[in-house]
Structures are given as structure tokens and as C-alpha cells.
T-cell receptor
Framework: SAVISQKPSRDICQRGTSLTIQCQVD?????MFWYRQQPGQSLTLIAT?????????ESGFVIDKFPISRPNLTFSTLTVSNMSPEDSSIYLC??????????FGPGTRLTVT | AQKITQTQPGMFVQEKEAVTLDCTYD???????LFWYKQPSSGEMIFLIY??????QNATEGRYSLNFQKARKSANLVISASQLGDSAMYFC????????????FGSGTRLSIRP
């Protein structure tokens, strides 16, 4: 299975600011995924990030709010822009393993005040 | 539209007992995958078990088994001999063909193991 790290592990941010979350994988992967988990809720896919192309966003998520970079096959960033308290969530990145299962990073706990 | 339903928001089980977590799904596509993930209070998502729609036998991984009833569209997780460390949120999920890497999650079941 892939080993995934995320930075930061948690942060408290002011309304109106932006936070960039980093996701690093210990092996090269084609697809990386970003999820949001709002308090007490399930996971919702934000976007799929392929190296060398624009990220594909799910309904309800837009690039201006959640810009994503994928500069190489082991790294991706998600930025949460112009934050509001509604953005307080756990943000998780994931990758597909050698089979079909997805492996998740430890998550970034974001609190917006 | 594809959907995953978990009807048990919370469950309490005595240590060492077996527990079944319910999951039903809805899709019109014949090709799909079903997953179970565990999320402890630390927040990480831990992959437990996978069942493909064409798999003839129920998947098993150690103390975890998936009771796959295709006609009923159910994919219940069975944990045998529960342990205190099994206390966590459990999510059932489904991969959406043809992009099999895209996964949708159910609302989750919070399992609490009593000593």
C-alpha cells in the first residue's frame, strides 16, 4: 500500500484567508483525489488530480475556491481560498493502490474562525 | 443515480461478540466495487475490505468479512470477535464505473465496543 503524508495536520485560520494543503506519496501514482469531510459527515469528493492536466472538479466545487496543483506523480496541493467558517472540515487526499482500493492520507483538520 | 445507504447511525456491541454493519447500494451498472473503511477518532481512513460485483465468493480479510447479497443490493460488513480497538466510524463505499477510481461514501456507522 502507498504511504501518504499531508501537511499541515491541522490549522486554525482566519476568515477570508487561504490555506494550501500538501499531499506527498511515497510512490508514483497516476491519479490523486481530494475529499472533504465536514463535521459529523461522510466524505465528499472535491476533485481528481492527474499529473500534467487540469483537475476534474465534482458538482458543487469550483477551481476558484479549491485550486489544485499536480506538478509530478508523487505530489499535489489543494488550496482552500477565501475561507469561511463553512470550510471547517477535514481535508483528505487519496491515491489508488495496485488494485482498485484507495489509500488515504492522515487528513488535515481545518478550523476557520 | 448511484447511492450508498447505511441505516445504523450508531451501534453498541459487547467485546468479543460478532457485529454486522449494514450497507445497501443502488446502481444500474452491472460493474462496480464495494468497500469498507474504518475511521478512528484520529481521522485517518483505513481500508478494510473490497468486493467486486463479479466476485463469486464473499471477501474476507482476517476478522472482517463482507456479506455480499447482489440480488438484495446489500454489502454488510461482519466483524468477528470484536475488540476495543474496533471502536470507530465505519463507512461503506462504492466505486462508480467506468471511472472505477471514483468512490462515493455512505453516511457511516459509529461502532462502540463495550468492555
Amino acid at each position: 500500500s502507498a504511504v501518504i503524508s499531508q501537511k499541515p495536520s491541522r490549522d486554525i485560520c482566519q476568515r477570508g484567508t487561504s490555506l494550501t494543503i500538501q499531499c506527498q506519496v511515497d510512490s508514483q501514482v497516476t491519479m490523486m483525489f481530494w475529499y472533504r469531510q465536514q463535521p459529523g459527515q461522510s466524505l465528499t469528493l472535491i476533485a481528481t488530480a492527474n499529473q500534467g492536466s487540469e483537475a476534474t472538479y465534482e458538482s458543487g466545487f469550483v477551481i476558484d475556491k479549491f485550486p489544485i496543483s499536480r506538478p509530478n506523480l508523487t505530489f499535489s496541493t489543494l488550496t482552500v481560498s477565501n475561507m469561511s467558517p463553512e470550510d471547517s472540515s477535514i481535508y483528505l487526499c487519496s491515491v489508488t493502490g495496485t488494485g482498485i482500493e484507495q489509500y488515504f492520507g492522515p487528513g488535515t483538520r481545518l478550523t476557520v474562525t | 443515480a448511484q447511492k450508498i445507504t447505511q441505516t445504523q447511525p450508531g451501534m453498541f456491541v459487547q467485546e468479543k461478540e460478532a457485529v454486522t454493519l449494514d450497507c445497501t447500494y443502488d446502481t444500474s451498472d452491472p460493474s462496480y466495487g464495494l468497500f469498507w473503511y474504518k475511521q478512528p477518532s484520529s481521522g485517518e481512513m483505513i481500508f478494510l475490505i473490497y468486493q467486486g460485483s463479479y466476485d463469486q465468493q464473499n471477501a474476507t480479510e482476517g476478522r472482517y468479512s463482507l456479506n455480499f447479497q447482489k440480488a438484495r443490493k446489500s454489502a454488510n460488513l461482519v466483524i468477528s470477535a470484536s475488540q476495543l480497538g474496533d471502536s470507530a466510524m465505519y463507512f461503506c463505499a462504492m466505486s462508480l464505473p467506468p471511472q472505477a477510481s471514483k468512490i462515493i461514501f455512505g453516511s457511516g456507522t459509529r461502532l462502540s465496543i463495550r468492555p
